[in-house]
């Protein structure tokens, strides 16, 4: 059964109440590709989602995760190296720009991903309620079987509004 994740846009804009640009992350100190790296990161919008819970695809290495009712105030949890590459820690709070309306939380949990799974995976998670309002899109990945020639372009058909990518496509043409 298909799960869908709401993918909500927001772009960074303030971390520990200190705002931010991409900017801020060069570091002349650093590696020039892991500073290139974090500037892109803050400089692009991220794409956030909410979960109850973590799959088998998904461990927290740090701090700790909500609840599945979820917690009283926002929080979210953030992939581990997406985390260190933005000097982003568990107890930091994070402020996002999502459509003009402002969106702050605590980070209360680093986690790692197994991004190989296939399945939608986010850097930044926010807990039940967190994002109730915020203008979404939804994703979900399905396994189709290969003699199942007609479903993608049925469900397209029947859905026009969706946009489908075939993974095993995409994969053959960077074979």
């Known amino acids: 059964e298909p799960v869908l994740f709401p993918m909500i846009r927001g772009r960074l804009v303030a971390h520990n109440g200190a705002p931010v640009r991409g900017d801020d992350y060069a570091d002349p100190a650093a590696d020039a590709e892991q500073s290139r790296r974090a500037q892109r990161r803050a400089d692009r919008e991220f794409n956030l989602s909410v979960v109850d819970t973590l799959r088998e695809d998904n ?92 479903f993608t372009a049925e469900l397209v058909e029947r859905f026009p509004n969706l946009s489908v990518i075939d993974i095993d496509a995409v994969l053959a043409q960077v074979r």
């Open 59 to 150: 461990r927290v290495t740090a701090g700790a995760f909500w609840a599945a009712q979820g917690p009283a105030q926002p929080e979210v949890s953030v992939e581990e190296g997406f985390a260190e590459s933005l000097g982003w820690q568990v107890g930091d709070t994070v402020a996002f720009d999502i459509a003009g309306q402002p969106f702050e939380a605590t980070i209360t949990s680093l986690r790692s991903v197994e991004w190989e799974s296939f399945r939608p995976n986010f850097f930044v998670v926010a807990s039940p309620g967190a994002l109730d309002g915020f203008p979404a899109s939804y994703i979900t990945a399905v396994s189709v079987a290969p003699t199942q020639t007609r």
